[in-house]
């Protein structure tokens, strides 16, 4: 398989450490007892912002890591590999 390309790899850092921080600010809310519309609303922010992360991969996995299999699998392998693994959760 091929390396991340360093434009995804770096858009993927961002979107990654951006996570991360609100991650840090839900645990901040819920120390301080912030009402539990505002944590469920932060909640579902970082619930989109790590689906947009994921689609971004895929896509990169799609493109790059499948065109150009290393495994010796055929397509039809390759999209059931990829289906599996995101449907793993």
Do not use: W
Request: net charge negative.
């Amino acid at each position: 398989m091929q390396p991340v390309s360093g434009e995804v790899k770096a858009d993927l850092l961002v979107r990654l450490r951006r996570i991360e921080g609100q991650v840090r600010g839900v645990q901040r809310m819920l120390d301080a007892d912030r009402d539990c519309a505002e944590i469920l609303q932060q909640l579902s922010a970082v619930r989109s912002a790590l689906q947009n992360a994921v689609l971004l991969f895929a896509q990169h996995y799609a493109v790059q890591c499948m065109s150009d299999p290393q495994d010796g699998l055929t397509d039809e392998e390759l999209v059931e590999q990829l289906l599996t693994v995101l449907s793993k959760a």
